[in-house]
């Protein structure tokens, strides 16, 4: 009877610890979320910046013209075959870019399509499956302006499909944060980024 007691508190105990307990099973979006687009400032951000200015790019490692850009490759989880519904929420402080040949969604989002300027940033979102591209911060025309996005997007991506996240200065410079634009709740807050971001937080996986 002693023995039945103590086997039935040691049971206790290892439940108590979790032991024994399936884990919960983590998003098949888990290695997107959280992705963040940076185009850092070469130089420290000055005190009092002129309306419109623009910086060097910290990405810089040689030819401007080749070298101002990152590529970030992710593989979603899930089953495959499966496709899932997942809905993305983009927020950051970036520069105007103009796209064509695709279809425009709301007031940044771009499907498909190519880059219709030769100078101004590059946000893109690549999928293999279903193959598919999406660009971030559309706008009728580009020019020396700065402002902070916030918005969320549904896309598809299959279980086991890549994800590619590309970011393309294309000349080596890019719009300042000249205005000290800070995005709340995303470092980081409350200072302002020395430069442009975008961060890619998942809000739902269906």
Do not use: W
């Not at 086991?160 to 890019?174: E, K, M, P, S």
């Not at 000290?180 to 890619?200: H, M, R, S, T």
């Amino acid at each position: 009877m002693k023995r039945s007691i103590l086997s039935g508190l040691a049971g206790m105990v290892l439940l108590g610890c979790g032991v024994g307990l399936a884990a919960e099973p983590a998003s098949p979006a888990q290695p997107i979320d959280g992705y963040r687009f940076a185009f850092p400032c070469a130089s420290p951000a000055p005190e009092n910046p002129q309306e419109g200015a623009g910086c060097l790019s910290g990405l810089v490692k040689g030819d401007p013209n080749t070298t101002d850009n990152f590529t970030t490759v992710k593989t979603f989880g899930g089953e495959p075959g499966k496709r899932y519904q997942v809905t993305l929420r983009f927020r950051g402080v970036v520069e105007p870019m103009m796209y064509k040949n695709g279809k425009q969604v709301g007031e940044y989002f771009y499907i498909g399509g190519e880059k219709n300027n030769a100078t101004y940033n590059v946000y893109q979102i690549s999928i293999s499956s279903p193959e598919s591209h999406y660009f971030l911060n559309r706008q009728d025309k580009v020019g020396h302006k700065i402002f902070t996005i916030d918005y969320t997007q549904t896309i598809e991506i299959d279980g086991g499909a890549t994800v590619t996240f590309h970011g393309d200065g294309q000349n080596g410079r890019l719009i300042s944060n000249f205005k000290k634009l800070v995005v709340e709740d995303v470092p980081p807050a409350p200072d302002a980024y020395n430069g442009q971001f975008i961060q890619v937080d998942v809000v739902d996986v269906k």
